[in-house]
Nanobody, 118 residues
Framework: QVQLVESGGGLVQPGGSLRLSCAASGSISRFYVMGWYRQAPGKERELVASITSGGSTNYADSMKGRFTISRDNAKNTVYLQMNSLKPEDTAVYYC????????????WGQGTQVTVSS
């Protein structure tokens, strides 16, 4: 079983920064994709950014240049550095891990609230 624990959310003013962390524990495959998704009230969950076990990254267009995803393999932790935050970035941010054949194993964290407001 895999567990994902997020931390780092909170309230920040527009233009500010936050760093989210996602610590993974359990039996994790050598090959995986970890990512951050977000869901705002009344909207569908959307991909923010992802990173593979090989280090390849992918970003949603609206996050490019503002958000950076990174990982620390020794700690099984993925980070999301969010800069120049906007009110529309307000959402619950979820950590996700996909692994296994066809990435059929799909795990989610409990979510962490990010609120951007003055």
């Amino acid at each position: 079983q895999v567990q994902l624990v997020e931390s780092g959310g909170g309230l920040v003013q527009p233009g500010g920064s936050l760093r989210l962390s996602c610590a993974a524990s359990g039996s994790i495959s050598r090959f995986y994709v970890m990512g951050w998704y977000r869901q705002a009230p009344g909207k569908e969950r959307e991909l923010v950014a992802s990173i593979t076990s090989g280090g390849s990254t992918n970003y949603a267009d609206s996050m490019k240049g503002r958000f950076t995803i990174s990982r620390d393999n020794a700690k099984n932790t993925v980070y999301l550095q969010m800069n120049s935050l906007k009110p529309e970035d307000t959402a619950v941010y979820y950590c996700n891990l996909k692994m296994g054949w066809g990435f059929s194993y799909d795990y989610w964290g409990q979510g962490t609230q990010v609120t951007v407001s003055s």
